[in-house]
Structures are given as structure tokens and as C-alpha cells.
């Protein structure tokens, strides 16, 4: 079983900076991809960013694109996201997610939200 532990969030006001960290523990994933999603209450979650871990390679929403970066230290098994500039629209409830299958694409698991591990979610919020 794997277990995703989410950390970093918080308070901050716009134009600020945080980054979230997330931790795999228990059995390693086994797939390509990791990914953050974020969620407001009464909307639907969305993809934030994703990751190949294996290479690096990153993938971000619209809304994320300049702003956020994602990277993975495999040693550890943890992923990041840095925000920066920081907007009360980038306040939600931010999950990090783990794909235990291998081969497919990173880009349609994000906009699909098709991961198989997911963690209890860290709050932002993004005060003006």
C-alpha cells in the first residue's frame, strides 16, 4: 500500500510564495506520473500539475503555467510544487496524487484526474 502525505500549505497573501511538498511512503509507485490537483468547495477537483518522474518531464494547466513549478527528488520519493505570485484564485484544497501504472501519458491523467493514490489534501489560502 502507498501512503501520500501532503505538506507546506497555509496562509499567505497574493503575490506571495509556498511550496508544497509530497511524500510517498509505504511501497514505492510504480508508475510514471505524479501530479497535485486542487480542489474549492462546490467545484470540481483540477489538475494543477504532473510529472514524469522518471525523466522529469513536467506538464501544467493554464492556470498554473509561470507560476508553478513541479519537480521530484526520487531518492526521497517526494514531489514539490513551488507557487509563486500567488492569487486569491489559487486558494483550494491541494491533493498530490501517485499513478501505479506505467506507459501511459502523464498530460491525459492530469486532465482525466486518473491516478490511483491520493493524499488527505493540505489547504492554501491565498488571502488579497
Known amino acids: 500500500q502507498v501512503q501520500m502525505m501532503e505538506s507546506g500549505g497555509g496562509p499567505v497573501q497574493a503575490g506571495g510564495s509556498l511550496r508544497l511538498s509530497c511524500t510517498a511512503s509505504?511501497?514505492?509507485?510504480?508508475?510514471?506520473?505524479m501530479a497535485w490537483f486542487r480542489q474549492v468547495p462546490g467545484k470540481e477537483r483540477e489538475g494543477v500539475a504532473a510529472?514524469?518522474?522518471?525523466?522529469?518531464?513536467?506538464y501544467y494547466a493554464a492556470s498554473a503555467r509561470g507560476r508553478f513549478t513541479i519537480s521530484a527528488d526520487n531518492a526521497k520519493n517526494v514531489i514539490y510544487l513551488q507557487m509563486n505570485d500567488l492569487k486569491p484564485e489559487d486558494t483550494g484544497t491541494y491533493y498530490c496524487?501517485?499513478?501505479?501504472?506505467?506507459?501511459?501519458?502523464?498530460?491525459?491523467?492530469?486532465?482525466?484526474?486518473?491516478?490511483?493514490?491520493w493524499g488527505q489534501g493540505n489547504q492554501v489560502t491565498v488571502s488579497s
Open positions: 496524487a501517485a499513478d501505479a501504472k506505467s506507459g501511459g501519458s502523464c498530460t491525459v491523467a492530469l486532465v482525466r484526474g486518473d491516478f490511483d493514490y
Open positions: 509505504g511501497n514505492t509507485p510504480t508508475g510514471d506520473c
Open positions: 510529472i514524469y518522474t522518471h525523466i522529469g518531464s513536467p
